[in-house]
């Protein structure tokens, strides 16, 4: 073999990491931001610890940590941030909630793996990140 298929293109893929994370947290989040009540509470009502504090540091971190991840700003620590939340989410779910990974927590282990992704590529030349010389 000479080599892939498709032409490597790091730059292309860390912002396409970066942009679908950010769309996705924002996705999840604009109902959480809609209703942070009913957020708490059903945090609350399972037993996480720190119930309404982590609801509304998750509520903060999905839906502001979406917005600078589309833009490509701060990306490698909104990035290291969302794989933390996703390792304790995950971890809440198996073992308070005693979900199985499929059909459980298998997209919380995707995104862990995307957010780690964007950490360890950055945001890539297209963002406010390279704009501000922080990548």
Known sequence: MTGPLIPV?????????RIALGALFLVHALPKIRNPKQT??????????????????????????GIALVLGFLTQVVGALIAL???ATSIFAKTKLGKKFV????????YLVL????AL?????WSVDRLLGLG
Do not use: N
Request: proline content about 5%; glycine content about 16%.
């Open 103 to 110: 059909l459980g927590y298998e997209l919380d282990v995707a």
């Open 115 to 118: 957010g780690l992704v964007v």
């Open 85 to 87: 939340e996703m390792v």
């Open 9 to 17: 293109i790091p730059d292309l893929a860390a912002t396409l990491a």
């Open 40 to 65: 708490i509470a059903f945090v609350k009502g399972t037993g996480f610890p720190g119930g309404a504090v982590f609801a509304v540091l998750f509520i903060l971190l999905e839906f502001f940590g």
């Open 121 to 125: 590529l950055g945001a890539g030349p």
